[in-house]
Structure formats: C-alpha cells, structure tokens
C-alpha cells in the first residue's frame, strides 16, 4: 500500500473531480424499448417504406415528456442489414447492426402498442359528456365526407402492404405536450393530412388538408373542417379503421 501523501491527495482531487464531471456531465443510461411508458408521453412515429434504392425501411418513435425531454429510437434496414440507434436529447447511446430477421420483432411490437395506446386514451377522452349544442345536419355531412376520403386512404395503405415496390410515408402524432393542453392526434399519411382535436369540453375537432406535392405547407388551409358532438363517437371509429391499417402497414418489414 502506497502511503506516500502526495500520491494520496492525486488521487483524492481525482476522485473529486470525477465526481464533478459526473454532475456536470452524466452518462446516460442505455434505452431499452421493451420498457417504454406511453403515458404522460407526447408519442411520434415515422413510418417510410422504400425510401431509396438501399433503404427499404425506416421506423422512427419518439417520446417527450411534459418537461421537454425526448427518447428516440431508430431502425432502418439497409442492404439487408437492420441498424438500429437511440438517443436521449439527441445524445447517441446506442448504435448497433444485426443480421437477425426477428431483431425487428420488438420494434413491431412497440409501434402496434402505440397506436393502440393512442385509440384507448382517444376513446377514454371521447367519454367526455359536453353540454355544447351541435348541427346534427352539419355533423351527418361532415361524416359522410371522411368516410369517403378515408376508403381511398385506407385502400391506398392496404396496397403498401401487398405491394413491396410501393413507396410509403406516414406520420402519426398522438398525446399533450402539456398537462394542460387538450389531447390530440394527427395523422399524415400520404398527401393527406388529418388533425383531431379531443376538447376539454367535450367536442370532437377534425382538420385536414391535401397535400398535392406531399410536402406539408404550413400556409396552407385546411380542406375541411368540423366539430363533432352527437356523432363524434361514429366519426372517430372511421379512423380507427384508419389507424389499425396504419398499424398493419407499419409492422410489416
């Protein structure tokens, strides 16, 4: 043992100064994504399918918590490999490359649970009595337009499936940034855009829009909009139609 007392105090304001950085500048933990929580989240997916002639798939979630904090995963399969990468605060933690066809399996599994996460708290929020007085006319025509506009969607999704070559884009938002904030979704599928608003009061709020170019346009207004009180329970089981073909389409590799 070493009982030279400058070696010791070397090692003392080493040990302090460890301890310094470690505060100053924690190591993260590795994310697993077998243990996300989807409450109190703002959840993200992105979903591409054929994005370039190397790059058949990309799956991107990503949470954020009410105090701005943000968990990312990433897998994408490239020349027959499957990457996959987490960040927390866009800090890399992990980075890794397999050749395992059932390595995919609990990202599939996670991204299923996330959308049916999002439809039970949407269904829970929709319980919601509101003592708002609606159109039933307007209501019944405003139905009656998405679920015309969601059979194209939802056949267009169902040919991403069975087509490998078909190229495929979708987005979906679901959760509140805020404690405060009322609940929303927001789906972006395509060249369509759908924003549903879930109201403290009670009502039901769909935009949407049509992006010819498919790239969103900020400035853009909405092709339609609507609020939903009589109907609102009937109007947002089209889109779980919607989602549960999102679902699919976005599990299969």
Known sequence: ??????????????????????????????????????REKFISLSINKNLTEHVRMNKVIQ?????????????????????????????????????????????????????????????????IPSEITSDLVSETRGLEWIKATLIVLKSAVQKSREDNDFIFEAQFFSGQRTPEEHFQIRIQCLSLDFLLEFLHDGRLRISSWDYKNLKPDSKLPPLFTGEFVKLKQPVFNEFIHLLAEMSKAATKF
């Open 1 to 38: 043992m070493n009982n030279n007392p400058i070696v010791a105090k070397v090692f003392s304001m080493k040990a302090i100064l460890d301890k310094i950085n470690s505060f100053l500048f924690p190591v993260p933990q590795e994310q697993d994504i077998e243990a996300i929580d989807f």
């Open 63 to 127: 949470l954020e918590d009410f105090q701005g904090s943000s968990t990312q995963f990433i897998l994408f399969k490239e020349n027959n490999h499957i990457l996959s990468k987490s960040y927390k605060d866009k800090k890399l933690l992990t980075l890794s490359q397999q050749e395992d066809k059932y390595f995919n399996q609990k990202y599939v599994e996670k991204v299923a649970q996330a959308f049916h996460f999002s439809i039970e708290m949407a269904k829970s929020t929709l319980e």
